[in-house]
């Protein structure tokens, strides 16, 4: 009996140095990827010092023409800060982006639309541009409100009016190779309902998911997509990288 319970003893005394090599080890592991994160925290400031200083010349000579439409996601609980966004638009406009989508899931930013563009000088909302073709010549920048409602809705009314086209086509009477809808077909009829905005060539995510938060998914088929970190923590100088960055890649279509 005495011979176990020094067993159990000594196992017991095995267990508790090897749960606390176990804890000791997530600690080391959890300081050095925190250490980790810290560094790139430090060289991304740097680096965004350095570019907006202009040390680096190359971002200097921005091709922003190559930019035809830019997509700005944002988490919803950082839409609230509308300070922060209006700041970023403002230094969007003083690069020269013109056309631009603003995008949160819960349409917080399209709510604030009215705070946002009397904060914002020369810029005009998306849809009175399309209304009024002689502001497309001036030099403003027109901005898009959009939410994770709006795809929603214009998939359930483009998929309406694909149904209705084919029951007037005849329905369960036509060859089954005549009644494929393709990416085509769902494109006019999201551009009929009026939901079929351009496809940006870059989205810039703000927020701690790598992901683009319920943006209209066939709107970013060719789409760059960029993580940059929670709004709290925007950069001018990583803003200035990531367009720069996006006019250097070269895009091929196809084949």
């Known amino acids: 009996m005495d011979f176990e319970a020094e067993l159990q003893k000594l196992y017991s005394v095995f267990a508790r140095i090897g749960n606390l090599g176990l804890r000791l080890l997530w600690h080391c592991l959890h300081f050095i990827v925190s250490l980790g994160y810290f560094g790139l925290h430090v060289a991304d400031a740097l680096e965004s010092y350095l570019i907006s200083a202009g040390i680096f010349r190359s971002y200097q000579a921005l ?21 922060k966004v209006v700041q970023l638009l ?8 013109r056309r631009v989508c603003l995008y949160d899931g819960e349409g917080i930013l399209k709510m604030s639309r009215g705070s946002i563009l009397d904060k914002l000088k020369n810029v005009r909302l998306f849809e009175d541009v399309n209304e009024n073709k002689s502001l497309r010549d001036q030099q403003l920048m027109t901005l898009e409100f959009s ?4 795809g929603k809705e214009g998939l359930t009314k483009a998929a309406n009016l694909l149904f209705k086209e084919y029951l007037k086509l005849g329905g369960l009477n036509r060859e089954q190779e005549e009644l494929i809808f393709t990416e085509s077909h769902l494109t006019e009829a999201l551009r009929a309902v009026g939901y079929k905005g351009p496809d940006p060539d870059l989205l810039l995510v703000y927020g701690p998911a790598r992901c683009h938060l319920g943006f209209s998914a066939w ?5 760059e997509i960029v993580h940059m970190g929670p709004l709290t923590s925007m950069k001018y100088g990583l803003l200035i990288k990531a367009i720069y960055k996006f006019t250097m890649v070269r895009q091929n279509y196809g084949f």
């Open 219 to 223: 709107r970013i088929r060719y789409t």
């Open 90 to 97: 403002q230094w969007l406009a003083d690069i020269g982006v």
């Open 63 to 83: 091709n922003i023409h190559t930019l035809r439409y830019l997509a700005i996601v944002v988490e919803s609980e950082d839409a609230y800060q509308i300070s």
């Open 147 to 150: 939410s994770f409602s709006d």
